[in-house]
């Protein structure tokens, strides 16, 4: 008998079918052998399952058994080669993924799991920065950027302006729809981070609002422009501060009268660290009549033999004082999470950011980082809500060989639902009426 439901998993399935179904389709609408809500699904499974074979061993399957997990998990109702994957989504740009992303957001805030990623007395933190998955001395398409290399060869790469949800404390990242950094019609210069930023904030902002979004960014975002954009859709940010980019902040709060703050803490294995707080506020970012008022924060971490093992510094819009000073701290550093909890994941933990899984002509890489993309996202959503999808997680312990297994049980047996496949991985071993199940 199987046991519990993936409410929250088909849902968010459901509406993926319902987006993928709503693509451009370029054969005109007539009648078609494939669905464009087949084309889609069958692109976004193999990066939900962390198997680029996926969709060969459903078609063995069907050939063996007379049905598949592409129907069963996904419903798809038929599964086109990979070529005509390929072509039907080349012309098909990512931002159409947009609603799936919103799902992701809209499961957690309705089920409860956004709750523990607040912070700053509801607050939730929002980071941003940029990511390279694509690079070639010999593909490239009109979206790609350029490079000259040392060697004299021009390199073609494609890179994004990537948001995460994060929080310290919290192992867990939520991706949100990226922006992507290409070339502009009628620009001069090549596309940048910066300007992607700009971008990102002018059409996801509003999605966000009742987020309450704190927004956070490395130095390259800590600009008199980036902060009024941020700041002009009512959100807040928490910038990372450097001396040799700020010269004019630094000159003026040299020799200041600084806000200090220390508090000793003990960390697991009994280890003592001090943080030591500096602080002032409604100091320029920039030189000039209109530069814009920030709050500047900094803080050096010593062991208890008086080491440094961290020295930082950051810009708010925020007000400081002794009451939050930690938490700001805490909140400012977790931009480290879109690095080691998104881009690191994504990169060397089963989702190959960085495979070319088909490049085209058009938009065809943009799609599958973002597929890539939602595929994290759903995964965070599974672990924070699921409960099945949780018990067989703890059950297969590391991510890596929860998803082994998730791809040999798929790749020789036919699932009736989610819930069959993780009593499967649970129980370490099938139901035994399972086939009366698939059958059924």
């Not at 087949?38 to 049905?67: N, T, V």
Request: glycine share 8%; hydrophobic share 40%; net charge positive.
């Amino acid at each position: 008998m199987i046991q519990g439901v993936m409410l929250v998993l088909n849902d968010l399935l459901a509406g993926l079918k319902r987006v993928c179904g709503a693509f451009p389709d370029k054969r005109g609408g007539g009648p078609a052998t494939y669905s464009m809500a087949d084309i889609g699904l069958s692109a976004f499974a193999p990066f939900f399952m962390q198997s680029e074979s996926f969709l060969s061993y459903q078609r063995q399957l069907e050939e063996g058994h007379g049905a598949s997990n592409r129907q069963t998990l996904f419903g798809m109702a038929r599964i086109p080669t990979d070529n005509h994957i390929r072509s039907m989504l080349d012309p098909v740009h990512p931002r159409h993924l947009q609603p799936c992303f919103d799902d992701a957001v809209a499961a957690l805030r309705k089920n409860g799991g956004m709750k523990a990623f607040h912070r700053l007395g509801g607050r939730t933190l929002i980071a941003l920065d940029g990511v390279e998955y694509f690079c070639s001395y010999t593909i490239n398409c009109p979206h790609c950027l350029t490079r000259k290399r040392n060697n004299g060869k021009v390199e073609s790469y494609h890179t994004m302006l990537s948001a995460s949800i994060v929080a310290p404390g919290h192992a867990m990242v939520v991706p949100l729809m990226p922006e992507f950094i290409a070339p502009r019609d009628g620009a001069d210069k090549q596309d940048c981070e910066r300007n992607a930023a700009k971008r990102w904030l002018a059409m996801h902002a509003s999605r966000v609002a009742d987020l309450r979004p704190i927004y956070l960014g490395d130095a390259l975002f800590a600009c008199q422009p980036l902060a009024q954009a941020v700041v002009r859709t009512g959100a807040d940010f928490i910038f990372v501060c450097k001396p040799d980019g700020h010269k004019t902040l630094y000159d003026f709060i040299d020799g200041a009268k600084l806000d200090e703050s220390k508090v000793t803490q003990r960390h697991p294995g009994n280890k003592r660290l001090t943080y030591h707080y500096r602080w002032i506020e409604d100091v320029p970012i920039r030189d000039g009549k209109d530069a814009l008022n920030v709050n500047w924060i900094a803080v050096t971490i010593t062991d208890a033999k008086g080491k440094t093992t961290y020295d930082g510094a950051f810009v708010t819009s925020l007000p400081i004082g002794k009451d939050n000073v930690a938490e700001l701290v805490a909140c400012a550093r977790a931009r480290w999470k879109i690095e080691n909890e998104t881009f690191n994941v994504l990169k060397n933990h089963g989702y190959h950011l960085e495979h070319n899984f088909g490049h085209g002509k058009q938009h065809l890489a943009m799609m599958f980082a973002a597929m890539n993309l939602l595929a994290f996202a759903l995964h965070t959503v599974c672990d924070c809500l699921e409960e099945l999808w949780q018990k067989a997680r703890a059950a297969k312990g590391a991510r890596k060989r929860f998803f082994e297994h998730i791809r040999t049980l798929t790749a020789y047996l036919v699932f009736p639902s989610w819930a069959a496949l993780w009593n499967t991985l649970i129980a370490g071993k099938p139901p035994p009426d399972l086939k009366k199940m698939v059958a059924a």
